[in-house]
Each structure stands twice: as structure tokens, then as C-alpha cells.
């Protein structure tokens, strides 16, 4: 199975900050990765896929970039609807596992 | 717009089989790859397994023991089997949508809005 860990586990940041989480794979998935946005009690959210992609009606805050096993997902400028967790996923082949993911919460 | 709504009891007793139906609207089942995804409470997502339209799955190796995953595109249902349940197999169950184009290495664009299952006697 191909492993994914994520850096930090949490962090905390101020409105306005540029925030970025890293993703790695333990093998090459070249860029089938992919990045969620998961809220308290709600669903899990695609943000970015294919590394860099960014889902439709996504704002364009966010963004991917990586390819390998090294990925890294960015937000501009923190906005409060932000805060959040952050999962990756490989979509490279099965299982597809997700990362264990990064908690932003408010500094 | 598509909706997948997941459905079935909240509560399974230890060694018994847990049994949950996503229903899909808006959209038909036809020509996507759909996925029942779990998260235990306070920790990461964890992939189940998908199946395609046409009935052919794959499963996490973790879990291909006791899962079944099938499909019913008459209803535009799909369903899942977990048997031999413990307390480890508390978890919120998610049926979303490899999407949009069709592909097991889409990512996973669609998401029901998830239900609680205790396993406790």
C-alpha cells in the first residue's frame, strides 16, 4: 500500500496568513493526489485534484503543487471560513489512502 | 444536482453484520465508480472500498475479509456489508463519487452527508 504522511498535524494562523501543508507519498503517484477541506460533522470537501487542479467553484486561494511524492498545498491568505482540516489522498492506485491530516485552527 | 443520502441502523451488536444503502439522485449510477468511505471518531478518513456500475469492486485489504459492496442500478443504490463488527468498527459512513470523469483515479468530488454507526451490545 502506498503510504501518506502530512506536516504539521496542526497549526495555528491569523486571518490573512499564508498557510501551506505538505503531503508525501512513500512511492511515486505522480500526480494523483488530491486535497480535501473537511469542516466539524460535515463531509469531507475536494479542493484540489490532479495535484494542481483546482475543483470548480473552489476559491482560487487555494492551490496545489507536487508531483513524485512530494506535494504541498498553499492558501494565500487564510480567510475565516478557512479553519479546518486538511486531508491529501492518493487516487494512484488501491487503496487509495488519505493522509492523516492537518488541523488549522485559529492563533 | 447529484445527492447521495446514506441510510440504515445507527446502532449493530458485536459479531453482527452492519448493513448500509447510499441512494443516489440526480444523477444515474451509471458510468462512475462509488465508494463507501469511514471515519472513526477523532481520526482519518479511511477508505472501504468502490464498485464500479457494472458490479466489479475492489476493497481495502484491511477490510476485504468481511466487506461486500454492491450496486443496484435499478433503484440507483449502492450498498455495503461489513460482517463481524467490533467496537473498532465505530465510525461515521460516507458513500461518495469517484468524479467527474468517470475513473477510479478521479478524486472523490461527490460526498453523502455521512451517518453514525455504534457497535455496542
Known amino acids: 500500500d502506498i503510504q501518506m504522511t502530512q506536516s504539521p498535524s496542526s497549526l495555528s494562523a491569523s486571518v490573512g496568513d499564508r498557510v501551506t501543508i505538505s503531503c508525501r507519498a512513500s512511492?511515486?503517484?505522480?500526480?494523483?493526489l488530491n486535497w480535501y477541506q473537511q469542516k466539524p460533522g460535515k463531509a469531507p470537501k475536494v479542493l484540489i485534484y490532479?495535484?494542481?487542479s483546482l475543483q470548480s467553484g473552489v476559491p482560487s486561494r487555494f492551490s496545489g503543487s507536487g508531483s513524485g511524492t512530494d506535494f504541498t498545498l498553499t492558501i494565500s491568505s487564510l480567510q475565516p471560513e478557512d479553519f479546518a482540516t486538511y486531508y491529501c489522498?492518493?487516487?494512484?492506485?488501491?487503496?487509495?489512502?488519505f493522509g492523516p491530516g492537518t488541523k488549522v485552527d485559529i492563533k | 444536482q447529484v445527492h447521495l443520502q446514506e441510510s440504515g441502523p445507527g446502532l449493530v451488536k458485536p459479531s453482527e453484520t452492519l448493513s448500509l444503502t447510499c441512494t443516489v439522485s440526480?444523477?444515474?449510477?451509471?458510468?462512475?465508480?462509488w465508494s463507501w468511505i469511514r471515519q472513526p471518531p477523532g481520526k482519518r478518513l479511511e477508505w472501504i472500498g468502490y464498485?464500479?456500475?457494472?458490479?466489479?469492486?475492489n476493497y481495502n485489504p484491511s477490510l476485504k475479509s468481511r466487506v461486500t459492496i454492491s450496486v443496484d442500478t435499478s433503484k440507483n443504490q449502492l450498498s455495503l456489508k461489513l460482517s463481524s463488527v467490533t467496537a473498532a468498527d465505530t465510525a461515521v459512513y460516507y458513500c461518495?463519487?469517484?468524479?467527474?470523469?468517470?475513473?477510479?483515479?478521479?478524486?472523490?468530488?461527490?460526498w453523502g452527508q455521512g451517518t453514525m454507526v455504534t457497535v455496542s451490545s
Open positions: 461518495a463519487r469517484f468524479g467527474p470523469f468517470g475513473s477510479a483515479h478521479d478524486p472523490l468530488d461527490i
Open positions: 489522498q492518493q487516487s494512484y492506485s488501491a487503496p487509495t489512502l
Open positions: 440526480g444523477a444515474s449510477i451509471s458510468s462512475y465508480y
Open positions: 512511492q511515486s503517484i505522480s500526480t494523483y
Open positions: 490532479a495535484a494542481s
Open positions: 464498485v464500479y456500475y457494472s458490479g466489479s469492486t
